[in-house]
């Protein structure tokens, strides 16, 4: 079974989102995601300043199996992007929910978080797919 953290809150699609202290969203890919996809060769993530609604896509991670659209959790303002993911598209598989994060976003209406899945809840669809 794959990791799946507490505190987080989960889109159905697979990404993760966690609300920082001082009120932004990072957002990245879960584990049970990366381990899915397998080895992650390429991350294309959304531009600083880009607006994108919730469920809207925000980028594509390419693994050697395959490409998969990576989807906006909630609506917001994308504030910064993951460089490291550029030289080191593999800290997706090695460490999803810390160093592998893909981009930061200013919510529009962080209640929105308030929709998502709880671990649980996330770990129970990942179980019944």
């Not at 996809?37 to 809207?56: I, K, M, N, R, S």
């Not at 980028?59 to 990576?70: F, L, M, N, Y």
């Not at 550029?86 to 929105?112: C, H, I, M, R």
Request: net charge negative.
């Amino acid at each position: 079974m794959s990791h799946t953290p507490n505190e987080l809150k989960y889109a159905s699609t697979h990404e993760w989102a966690r609300l920082e202290e001082d009120g932004t969203v990072t957002v990245g890919i879960t584990d049970h995601a990366q381990a899915a996809l397998g080895d992650v060769v390429f991350v294309e993530t959304p531009e600083v300043g880009a607006v994108l609604a919730a469920g809207d896509e925000a980028g594509v991670v390419e693994s050697v199996k395959a490409a998969s659209d990576i989807y906006s959790p909630l609506a917001g303002e994308v504030i910064a992007i993951n460089q490291l993911l550029e030289d080191d598209p593999e800290t997706v598989n090695s460490d999803p929910y810390n160093e592998g994060w893909f981009y930061k976003l200013q919510p529009a209406d962080p209640s929105e978080l308030d929709a998502l899945l709880s671990a649980a809840d996330y770990q129970q669809q990942c179980e019944d797919e």
